[in-house]
């Protein structure tokens, strides 16, 4: 019993040291976000005074807003494509067992080993052909065609997992397979869909790559290529810099907050069932 108190000690604080280590950064960074140029003290240090101007600044100098409009129109039109398509993918790989099906998803779980990098000239030249580039329709297609096998894959699992005699009741009943679908099966989703929506909203946020390449108009640039710029032109003013990241991490941290519990749901169902 003694021995079972202290590994749970160990445990605990070895978890503190973990979460520490991981807010140590962000307390730099709001800490950095209230001091003012002229505020030297150390970055450990709290601000004499809070200095809210760096957040008026960033905005202003950074055009954070009109980046944050630009990469909404991405995410939201990325992840509902995402969606519809890997849900209505995964029904019938996962409803019909078959050596064909298996060899399907297979394939479209290799395609998530391909580093996106190495294919990117090809890409580029395919977007260029089909005129792409400078268009927001170009980054969300291609960013949704990367997000689309783990979203696939997820929703799969997790289909796997509901009865079939539901379907089967269903169908009984009158209803064909797609009204089975969208009567039975897709309220279903909802973990696995807050799980497949975070998961490819945050990579797709943060995404600097294809942004870069196929977005090359400023007034097109999304909130990667704002902040990447932002931070190599105001390198003198570090507060100013940090409350521009802080704007820009703000919205994916609340949208986990508010999608935490079915977040965590999904993530469990489509690993384990």
């Known amino acids: 019993m003694l021995n079972r108190k202290k590994s749970d000690y160990v445990k ?18 709001c800490n950095m976000s209230l001091k003012s140029i002229s505020d030297t003290g150390s970055k450990w240090a709290l601000p004499k005074s809070l200095y809210f101007q760096n957040f008026i600044t960033a905005a ?48 479209i779980v290799g395609i998530m080993m391909i580093p996106q990098l190495s294919i990117l000239v090809p890409l580029y030249k395919e977007l260029v052909a089909i005129k792409g580039i400078n268009h927001f329709w170009g980054v969300i297609i291609v ?9 696939i894959y997820m929703y799969t699992n997790f289909i796997s997992s509901i009865p079939k005699e539901l379907d089967e009741a269903a169908m009984i009943d009158g209803c064909s397979r797609l009204s089975v679908f969208y009567r039975i099966i897709l309220p279903s ?7 497949v929506i975070i998961w490819t909203s945050v990579g ?31 390198r003198t003013d570090m507060g100013a810099a940090a409350a521009a990241a802080i704007i820009v991490v703000l919205p994916t941290v609340l949208m986990y907050i508010l999608l935490q519990k079915q977040f965590v749901q999904g993530a469990m169902d489509s690993a384990v069932k």
């Open 12 to 29: 605990t604080l070895v978890a503190g040291l973990i979460i520490l280590f991981h807010l140590a950064p962000l307390y730099i960074l």
């Open 60 to 107: 202003d100098v950074g055009n954070l807003f009109l980046a944050l409009k630009n990469t909404l129109v991405v995410v939201v039109f990325s992840v509902l494509i995402i969606v519809m398509i890997s849900a209505m993918a995964a029904y019938p790989l996962s409803r019909l067992v078959s050596s064909t099906n298996k060899m399907i998803l297979g394939f």
């Open 143 to 151: 960013s949704a065609t990367f997000n689309l096998p783990m979203a």
């Open 189 to 195: 989703l909802k973990p696995v869909t807050a799980s």
């Open 204 to 234: 797709i946020w943060n995404d600097y790559q294809f942004q870069l390449y196929f977005l090359q108009k400023p007034k097109l640039q999304t909130i990667t290529l704002a902040i990447t710029k932002f931070f190599t032109d105001s």
